[in-house]
C-alpha cells in the first residue's frame, strides 16, 4: 500500500527546509539567520509550526524554545520528491526522466558525470535492479 504523500512545499518552506537538513537541527532563530531575505521571526515560527503540520518537521523543547529537525532523512525526501516529478511530467517513467536529462540543450551534465551515470547503470543491471 503506498504511503500517503506530504502536502507539497512553497518556496520558503522549501528554503527552511534546505536549511535545517544542512544543520540537521535547528531553531527558529538559526533558519532566520540563514535565510536569504527572511520574513519577521514570527512568521518563521508559523512556518516551521505548518510544516510540522504537514508532516516534514517534529520538534523538541529546549528550555524555552523548540529545536526542530526533519521527520525522514534528506534521501528519502529527494527520492520522495524525484518520484513525484518522474509520475507529474514522465507519465512515471525513469527512462524518459534520464532521457530529458541527457538531451538538456545547455548541456549541463558534464563527461565525468555521463560517466559516473553510465556506472551507476552497469551496477543496477548486474544488482538485478
Known sequence: MPRPRKPKLSRRESEMMDIIYAISRATAA?????????????????????????????????????????TVPREAAQKSAVRHLIDTFFEGSAHHAVAALIDMEDGQLSHDELDRLSDMINRAKQEGR
Open 30 to 70: 538559526d533558519v532566520r539567520e540563514r535565510m536569504a531575505d527572511p520574513p519577521s521571526y514570527s512568521a518563521v515560527r508559523a512556518t516551521l509550526r505548518i510544516l510540522e503540520e504537514k508532516g516534514h518537521l517534529s520538534h523538541e523543547q529546549d528550555g524555552p524554545r523548540y529545536v526542530y529537525r526533519p
